[in-house]
Structure formats: C-alpha cells, structure tokens
C-alpha cells in the first residue's frame, strides 16, 4: 500500500490511471501529482500538495514507499470534505484539509492569525486582567479601610467574645451580661473607660521636675488622657482613639469646654455618628463622599480631615499641616520637629528665657501618617540643640500606659514615647491643631470652605 498524503482543497485522490487516459487528462486540464496518484484541479493546489511530499521526504523509508506506485486493483476508501469537493484517502488528511479551510477563512474574515487581530486580542486579555486586578485591589482597600460592609466596634466586639466563648475562656452566662453592658454602654454614647489611662501629662510633669536633666528645655501639653484600642476597634481605631485623647484634653481647658455640649467623651459608636453629622451640615462633602455618607456600623479609618470636620462642627477652628515630603537626610522631617517647637513656644508671652519645664494650656496635637495616627503631647529639647517629640499611642496597651503611672517604670514609659527625627521616616505626615472657638457666623464660612478642603503645606 502506498503511504497516505495529505491533501489540499481541489484535490482528488484516485487509482493509478491507465497509459491510454492522457488525451482524457488534457480534455479536462487536470494536473497529475508526479509523486503519487493524486489528480488536482489547479497548478496551485498541486504546487502546495508537491511541497507536502517534499516535507514528508525528510524519512528515508517514506521516500522508498513514496517511489514503488500502488497496485491498480486496491480499492482506496475515500473520506469526504464537508466544505468541498475533495475526497481524502485517510480521516488524517481529510483532518488537516479542513484545518487548511478555517485557516484560510480566519485570514479572509481578519480573525486569528492576521497579526491586527493578535493584538486585538492581547489588548482585551490585558484589559480583562486589569479590570481583574483592579477589583481586588479594591476589595483589599475595603479590607484595610474597614469598608467591607462586615459590621462596626459592636459586631466586632461580640465575635471576639463569641471566639472565647468557644475556646473555654468565657462562660456563656458572662458573655450575655458583658454583651448586655456594652448595648448600655453603645446606647449611652458614652466611652465605657475601660481603656482609659487618667492624668498621663500629669504624671510626665512629675518625672521631668525630677528627671531627665540632660533637656534644657521640655513642653507638654494641657493634661490628657490616654485611650487604647479595645477587642472592638483593634487594627482600624486609632483615629478615633487619638480623637478621644484630644477630647479628655479639649474638656479640661477653659475655653474650649465652654462651648462643647457634650461634657464626656464619646465612644467609638457615637464618634463615628457625630462625623456623620458634620457632613450632614456641609463640612468636607468630597470626604463625605469617600465613606458614602456612612461611618456607622463599620471599621472605616478615619484620618486628620475627619478629624477637621468634627472639630469644625463642634464650633472648633483647627488646622490640618501637610508635612508633605521630607525636609532632611535619610527621608527625616526636621520642619515638623521645628514647626511643634513653634506651635508649643506660642504660650510663652515673655522675652526671658523659658524655664527649664513648662506645661501649658495647649491642647495635644494630631498625628497622621500611612497606617496609623497618634497623639503629641510635648517636646524636648536637648542640650545639643536636637529635639524630640513626646508621643501617645492608641496602640500602647492601658497596662503600658499605666507605667507613666509608677516611679519605678516611669523612666521606661517615657523612653517608648520619645521619638527624635531619625524614628519618624514615613514619606508624609499630617498634623490637626484645634486652635480657637469659632463663633457661628465663623463656622459658617469653615463649612463654605471647606467644600474644597487644603492642607497647609510644609515645605
């Protein structure tokens, strides 16, 4: 038997003709296949159809099957093309055939194959993966913005006493009464204290009349609590911690606590309600928009124009600093260190110098960087003239807070609070300073302006 071929559109394949059908070939302008018994239509279909015998030629044994002919008495079972007339001898041949007919109408109709086409479809895939990336990018901001719709501090609150319930750590009888004195709690608006740290400042002020005689000079804050985030806000509260901090100060000064309605500091729950109504009354619509109006019953993180716009509300004027890029070697921000020096110096009314420790009336301050926001409570300056920020975290557990507290751990509190410009390298900080009572017609023109809100910007 001769070995099959592959066949090309316009080609048939037949027994060996006779010597005495040539003069029928010529009638009938049909071009015989020197190599096998294949009779085509067309010279181009034949040109095609000789070049595959020539590629078949690289094995030797072909070539020797190629040159004895076949018997004229073999009958050779012919397979149909379903899109022309030719006939194949083999399922092989009649598969490569019409593979040649869809290559051919996919370069006809432009589809695939034609390299315009390639890069149509390269640019989709690309934009599918994009938009695919995309998405979870947006899912993974959710996440850590606490906008993934998976419930606020009160939800987050009961499934970390459900988990101890679970493990034993609990009994079902405390988790109800505990569950049911936070409802209490929540529906008060009032922050329970159990994370609250009293007379910190106080405390600092003690151990530098006594201590540390190596500053020529240290300024602290009006006195402050400390709050730490609880099981309920842990990893998401620290804006709202540090809010809490500003308010136990705002309520100990004079002028400020005149005007503030509310005479307690307000739990999480209750914070996030109060910003809501600041954008109800116009403050920071873009912000507004970012949360969609809603704070209530979720983790959002909330930053120093959140804070603005509390403040703004409660007829509190205040600033947001932007501490935009570094403004020394090694990525450091000596203008914030200098800019606290000035913002703690402007209580000092006489030309004398200062004395050696000063507390004054100045409510903290408002720290924010990527990820995490803390409170400034005072400064030192050192003998070499380098100075040093004194530091509030909400991520400071009360038990360490509360070192402040005792002689004998004091000295190792205040060294986890001091952070000199080599210890705060994040590309941009932002600081919110409450300044004055505004009156209502000043308030007024605060939410006007702040339809397009701005930072001050250092440098």
Same mark, same amino acid.
């Given at each position: 038997?001769?070995?099959?071929?592959?066949?090309?559109?316009?080609?048939?394949?037949?027994?060996?003709?006779?010597?005495?059908? !040539? /003069? =029928?070939?010529?009638?009938?302008? +049909?071009? *015989?296949? $020197?190599? @096998?018994?294949?009779?085509?239509?067309?010279?181009?279909?034949?040109?095609?159809?000789?070049?595959?015998?020539?590629?078949?030629? !690289? /094995? =030797?044994?072909?070539?020797?099957? +190629?040159? *004895?002919? $076949?018997? @004229?008495?073999?009958?050779?079972?012919?397979?149909?093309?379903?899109?022309?007339?030719?006939?194949?001898?083999?399922?092989?041949?009649?598969?490569?055939?019409?593979?040649?007919? +869809?290559?051919?109408?996919?370069?006809?109709?432009?589809?695939?194959?034609?390299?315009?086409?390639?890069?149509?479809?390269?640019?989709?895939?690309?934009?599918?993966?994009?938009?695919?990336?995309?998405?979870?990018?947006?899912?993974?901001?959710?996440?850590?913005?606490?906008?993934?719709?998976?419930?606020?501090?009160?939800?987050?609150?009961?499934?970390?006493?459900?988990?101890?319930?679970?493990?034993?750590?609990?009994?079902?009888?405390?988790?109800?009464?505990?569950?049911?004195?936070?409802?209490?709690?929540?529906?008060?608006?009032?922050?329970?204290?159990?994370?609250?740290?009293?007379?910190?400042?106080?405390?600092?002020?003690?151990?530098?009349?006594?201590?540390?005689?190596?500053?020529?000079?240290?300024?602290?804050?009006?006195?402050?609590?400390?709050?730490?985030?609880?099981?309920?806000?842990?990893?998401?509260?620290?804006?709202?911690?540090?809010?809490?901090?500003?308010?136990?100060?705002?309520?100990?000064?004079?002028?400020?606590?005149?005007?503030?309605?509310?005479?307690?500091?307000?739990?999480?729950?209750?914070?996030?309600?109060?910003?809501?109504?600041?954008?109800?009354?116009?403050?920071?619509?873009?912000?507004?928009?970012?949360?969609?109006?809603?704070?209530?019953?979720?983790?959002?993180?909330?930053?120093?124009?959140?804070?603005?716009?509390?403040?703004?509300?409660?007829?509190?004027?205040?600033?947001?600093?932007?501490?935009?890029?570094?403004?020394?070697?090694?990525?450091?921000?000596?203008?914030?260190?200098?800019?606290?020096?000035?913002?703690?110096?402007?209580?000092?009314?006489?030309?004398?110098?200062?004395?050696?420790?000063?507390?004054?009336?100045?409510?903290?301050?408002?720290?924010?960087?990527?990820?995490?926001?803390?409170?400034?409570?005072?400064?030192?300056?050192?003998?070499?003239?380098?100075?040093?920020?004194?530091?509030?975290?909400?991520?400071?557990?009360?038990?360490?807070?509360?070192?402040?507290?005792?002689?004998?751990?004091?000295?190792?509190?205040?060294?986890?609070?001091?952070?000199?410009?080599?210890?705060?390298?994040?590309?941009?900080?932002?600081?919110?300073?409450?300044?004055?009572?505004?009156?209502?017609?000043?308030?007024?023109?605060?939410?006007?302006?702040?339809?397009?809100?701005?930072?001050?910007?250092?440098?």
């Amino acid at each position: 038997m001769q070995r099959p071929h592959r066949s090309l559109p316009g080609a048939v394949m037949e027994p060996q003709l006779s010597p005495n059908s !040539s /003069s =029928a070939l010529r009638q009938q302008k +049909l071009f *015989s296949c $020197p190599m @096998c018994a294949l009779v085509c239509s067309s010279a181009s279909v034949l040109q095609e159809h000789v070049e595959l015998h020539l590629q078949d030629q !690289s /094995s =030797a044994e072909e070539l020797d099957a +190629l040159k *004895s002919p $076949p018997a @004229c008495n073999v009958s050779v079972r012919r397979f149909d093309c379903p899109m022309c007339s030719v006939a194949c001898s083999d399922s092989f041949s009649l598969q490569e055939h019409v593979e040649l007919h +869809l290559d051919q109408g996919a370069a006809v109709n432009g589809a695939a194959g034609s390299p315009g086409s390639d890069l149509k479809l390269a640019r989709q895939l690309q934009r599918e993966e994009e938009v695919r990336q995309e998405k979870e990018e947006f899912k993974k901001l959710q996440e850590q913005f606490g906008l993934s719709g998976r419930g606020g501090y009160r939800r987050q609150m009961e499934r970390t006493m459900e988990r101890a319930v679970a493990r034993g750590l609990m009994s079902p009888t405390d988790f109800h009464c505990k569950r049911a004195e936070m409802m209490e709690t929540l529906a008060s608006g009032v922050d329970d204290g159990t994370t609250r740290t009293q007379g910190v400042v106080r405390a600092l002020y003690d151990y530098y009349q006594t201590e540390c005689r190596d500053s020529v000079h240290v300024w602290l804050s009006a006195d402050t609590d400390h709050y730490c985030s609880s099981e309920g806000d842990k990893g998401w509260g620290c804006g709202y911690r540090n809010l809490q901090i500003l308010l136990s100060s705002l309520h100990r000064i004079d002028t400020f606590s005149n005007v503030l309605q509310e005479k307690t500091v307000p739990s999480i729950p209750r914070v996030q309600s109060m910003i809501e109504e600041a954008w109800k009354e116009g403050l920071d619509p873009q912000g507004a928009s970012h949360f969609n109006q809603r704070l209530q019953g979720t983790r959002a993180w909330i930053g120093a124009t959140e804070i603005y716009a509390l403040l703004t509300s409660l007829r509190i004027r205040s600033r947001i600093i932007d501490f935009h890029t570094p403004t020394g070697p090694g990525g450091t921000h000596p203008r914030l260190f200098d800019w606290v020096k000035q913002y703690y110096c402007q209580s000092s009314t006489s030309s004398r110098l200062p004395p050696r420790l000063i507390q004054t009336s100045l409510p903290p301050l408002y720290l924010q960087h990527q990820g995490h926001s803390r409170s400034i409570v005072g400064l030192e300056q050192k003998k070499n003239g380098s100075l040093c920020l004194l530091l509030l975290d909400p991520g400071c557990s009360a038990s360490e807070a509360r070192k402040l507290l005792s002689r004998d751990t004091v000295s190792t509190a205040v060294h986890h609070m001091r952070k000199f410009p080599r210890g705060l390298k994040h590309k941009q900080y932002q600081v919110v300073a409450a300044q004055e009572v505004l009156s209502a017609e000043e308030k007024q023109i605060s939410i006007l302006s702040s339809r397009t809100l701005r930072a001050e910007r250092i440098p």
